[in-house]
């Protein structure tokens, strides 16, 4: 069965910075799109960042391009999310989403499978 676990979120202090994970189990991770989304409190899911299968092509919010960085290692079943300058609008749930085709998607409803979350906080 198809299984996305995200883990890294934290506390952290403005500029700081955060690598999330996301390991992949029961397919074949190397066949999947990837992204990453995240939720604040009384706002709606937003796409962050995703990154097709073979990692050739990706692509970020406005909001954060310059500052984060998607990455996979098809190998080790895991896609990684490097949070840098981190400010305390990136305060959110992230998840990530797996997409059952080659290319990435461009909103919430193009991932058929999601991770549970991991809390990200930024404060002082």
């Known amino acids: 069965q198809l299984q996305l676990v995200e883990s890294g979120g934290g506390l952290v202090q403005p500029g700081g910075s955060l690598r999330l994970s996301c390991a992949a189990s029961?397919?074949?991770?190397?066949?999947?799109?990837i992204g990453w989304f995240r939720q604040a409190p009384g706002k709606e899911r937003e796409g962050v960042s995703c990154i097709s299968a073979s990692g050739g092509s990706t692509n970020y919010a406005d909001s954060v391009k310059g500052r984060f960085t998607i990455s996979r290692d098809n190998a080790r079943h895991t896609v990684y999310l490097q949070m840098n300058n981190l400010k305390p609008e990136d305060t959110a749930i992230y998840y990530c989403a797996a997409r059952g085709v080659w290319y990435c998607g461009r909103g919430v409803a193009d991932f058929g499978s999601w991770g549970q979350g991991t809390q990200v906080t930024i404060s002082s």
């Open positions: 029961g397919f074949t991770l190397e066949n999947y799109a």
